[in-house]
């Protein structure tokens, strides 16, 4: 198969091949989803690594990609109520502040990733202020499509809820206004043979989900048919 470079800046480690990623000089860790049915590729390789490599750095230009991603989610009314803060390992002191708004668990791992995202959700619509209850909704989504967007250019992303709310509301100056839903650790997975044996026994673990039976219902509620 004919293969294609990427032409981002900062992407020289990846060679494309139309569906995957072929990483020139090492081997990084995949672990896609075994599905009960076909899904998209991006889908299935999309999970919540904790295996970054510290030494590669997020492009500007990458970067922008994952918040235009962001930018195209939908949301209620298309009131768009989310708004993200960027911390970027290369700017040290206010993404070490970000760090630091962490639990210590997740602290031990996002040390390695070179971008956090804080994403918030406004409580209210911007035409009206009446309360919006899907704002947190259409959060999540535009979230998620930075992680798909980030698996789609060989990024991994991690979305965290283990952080200190108020510390990182004070310390960031955020409006009483938005609720903070997640922190995302963004970077470039670890090559397998670099990740130390505990943490590569935590990677290897089963990806597990309920089944379809268990979460889909037809017509009615508790009406299993799958």
């Not at 060679?15 to 889908?43: C, G, W």
């Not at 918030?120 to 259409?138: I, L, M, P, V």
Request: charged share 20%; proline share 4%; with cysteine.
């Amino acid at each position: 198969m004919e293969s294609l470079l990427i032409k981002f800046e900062g992407s020289e480690n990846y060679l494309y091949y139309r569906d995957n990623f072929k990483y020139k000089d090492s081997v990084p860790m995949k672990k896609p989803a075994i599905t009960e049915q076909p899904i998209h590729a991006i889908l299935a390789d999309r999970w919540s690594s904790r295996a970054y490599d510290p030494t590669q750095f997020v492009s500007q230009e990458l970067l922008l990609s994952l918040m235009e991603a962001a930018r195209w989610s939908p949301s209620c009314m298309g009131d768009q109520p989310w708004q993200f803060i960027v911390f970027n390992k290369k700017d040290a002191t206010p993404w070490t502040q970000a760090l630091n708004c962490l639990s210590i668990g997740n602290q031990n791992w996002a040390m390695d990733a070179s971008i956090l995202i804080l994403a918030c959700a406004h409580q209210n619509f911007s035409n009206n202020e009446k309360t919006n209850r899907w704002g947190q909704y259409d959060t999540g989504a535009a979230s998620e499509n930075i992680c798909l967007q980030a698996t789609s250019l060989g990024m991994v992303a991690h979305q965290m809820g283990g952080f200190d709310v108020e510390k990182t509301r004070q310390l960031f100056q955020i409006p009483s206004q938005y609720d903070l839903m997640s922190f995302i650790a963004i970077g470039y997975p670890l090559a397998i043979e670099k990740v130390n044996a505990e943490a590569l026994a935590k990677e290897k673990e089963a990806r597990k989900r309920k089944p379809l039976r268990e979460i889909f219902y037809t017509n009615q509620w508790g009406e299993q048919s799958l």
